[in-house]
């Protein structure tokens, strides 16, 4: 089993390449559950992303949250995924 900072980069390719459809929804809704969690290691997530060159994943995965106003699945209304959002976009960065 990949560690959750591996699992996420792993989302993000399966995002990028199945954004809108209903799988993609399902990767975002996947990747949104890993940065919730709060042992989520950032500083790990970062150094696979530099060591691999994987910049545009944090690009891409920005965008999508940045469009994204309420993920139901995950009971982030329109007010709580706001809170959400600048958490995870600031790590994003």
Do not use: C
């Not at 919730?36 to 992303?49: A, E, G, P």
């Not at 982030?76 to 959002?85: D, E, G, R, T, V």
């Amino acid at each position: 089993m990949p560690e959750k900072e591996i699992l996420a980069i792993l989302k993000q390719k399966a995002l990028i390449s199945r954004a809108n459809t209903v799988k993609g929804r399902k990767d975002l809704i996947d990747l949104v559950s890993l940065f919730v969690l709060s042992d989520f290691d950032w500083d790990k997530y970062h150094q696979i992303i530099s060591q691999y060159q994987l910049s545009d994943y944090l690009q891409f995965t920005g965008e999508i949250l940045t469009k994204t106003t309420k993920i139901e699945e995950l009971d982030l209304n329109i007010h709580k995924i706001a809170k959400f959002k600048k958490q995870i976009l600031a790590n994003l960065q």
